[in-house]
């Protein structure tokens, strides 16, 4: 068995439930960008795992954080196709939501397979990844920089 297929049965096998963001996030470190391309050509698996990660924003939203804030933020993970998610941060709560609404977002990030898990696994610098542009901001920028205290991020 390849070292892709190894990773590539690793996510497949993982079990969400029973995983914590921090196992996740060494997962995700050991995965260069073209092995998570190559297993995100798997559809139903790439789906499967975008869903538990979005999955679990809830329980990493940091809504002291978040205080009064009211914001939409789309995402848009590029690949074969197109997923797009939005969260909606609302005095506190966050509602996700699989799929674009006809609400106006203040932010839209766009970016592939690999940064989406680099950056929600914490093995991406947002900073970096826009400089680079592996990460596409619309809307607000500013806003945009300053997500990750929004969330509790694991650390690899």
Do not use: C
């Not at 190894?6 to 092995?35: G, H, Q, Y």
């Amino acid at each position: 068995m390849t070292d892709q297929q190894s990773a590539a049965k690793t996510l497949a096998d993982l079990d969400f439930a029973t995983v914590s963001p921090e196992e996740f996030a060494r997962i995700v470190k050991k995965l260069s960008d073209k092995e998570i391309t190559e297993i995100a050509r798997d559809e139903p698996l790439r789906a499967r795992v975008i869903a538990e990660i979005f999955g679990r924003m809830g329980r990493q939203f940091r809504s002291d954080m978040a205080g009064s804030l009211k914001a939409l933020i789309r995402w848009k993970i590029t690949g074969d196709t197109e997923i797009v998610y939005e969260t909606d941060l609302d005095h506190g709560d966050i509602k996700v939501t699989e799929g674009r609404t006809n609400a106006d977002p203040r932010t839209t990030l766009v970016m592939n397979d690999a940064a989406f898990l680099k950056l929600t696994s914490g093995n991406g610098n947002p900073v970096t990844m826009f400089m680079t542009r592996k990460l596409k901001v619309a809307g607000d920028v500013g806003f945009a920089a300053g997500l990750t205290r929004y969330f509790d991020i694991p650390k690899a």
